[in-house]
């Protein structure tokens, strides 16, 4: 149902040229119709806006009850960080947070992951703007895994693609929950933005061929 905080966030993305439409090949080699392009957030009030979005669907799904949150580099890396700086000013939720390098360090402290350490028994979350195919996250696990004897429960996205992963009938989320018992929660769906278009009254080449992608590689 596309709700008025969807109807805010989607015309934020676009106000920020996060959400862009044209034709644009996803790390999975698909070529898409739209594309969200995090890095293309880059004011301090934009990546606020974005924190507080994350931080409210956050607080909604887990409350207090997680030990860390986690950004794989690099656009996992400012939401980690301006994510949990919200949650500690809005909500009073202080948790720590860290990322990964994409490159080992071999001097100094050493190693690829920076701010928190995990600990056995924690329970991490991990900040991410999309899932499209499951690549991503078949990256990140085995970095979190091999940290700490840690748990991952639920990860937070930007925009749930409903795309098909590496079985033509599941999606990647789906992929997801399978294989690392990871539920993926997202601000908004491709279904979402689709809805939002048709209302507009002005998107009709865009929804024709979002209509087209979504009928190969979505599962609605």
Same mark, same amino acid.
Request: charged share 25%.
């Given at each position: ?63 207090? /009850? ?125 279904? /979402? ?21 979504? /009928? ?5």
């Amino acid at each position: 149902m596309l709700t008025a905080k969807k109807k805010e966030f989607i015309e934020f993305m676009m106000s920020a040229d996060v959400l862009r439409f044209g034709e644009f090949k996803t790390k999975s080699g698909r070529l898409t119709p739209y594309f969200i392009n995090t890095g293309n957030y880059k004011t301090g009030k934009q990546i606020a806006t974005l924190a507080k979005f994350y931080a409210e669907l956050i607080k909604e799904t887990c409350g207090e /009850d997680f030990d860390a949150m986690f950004g794989p580099a690099y656009k996992g890396i400012p939401l980690v960080a301006a994510t949990a700086g919200t949650l500690a000013t809005e909500y009073g939720i202080d948790k720590a947070y860290f990322f990964n390098r994409k490159e080992v360090k071999d001097h100094g402290e050493g190693g690829s992951l920076v701010g928190y350490k995990p600990v056995d028994g924690d329970r991490i979350i991990i900040i991410e703007d999309v899932i499209t195919a499951g690549t991503a996250i078949r990256e990140t696990m085995p970095i979190l895994l091999d940290s700490a004897k840690v748990t991952v429960k639920d990860m937070f996205i930007s925009v749930n693609r409903c795309e098909i992963g590496q079985n033509s009938e599941k999606t990647a989320i789906m992929e997801v929950k399978e294989e690392f018992g990871i539920n993926v929660h997202s601000i908004i769906s491709v279904m /979402d933005i689709y809805e939002y278009l048709k209302e507009q009254g002005t998107y009709g080449d865009v929804l024709e061929n979002m209509k087209k992608y979504m /009928d190969k590689y979505c599962i609605l």
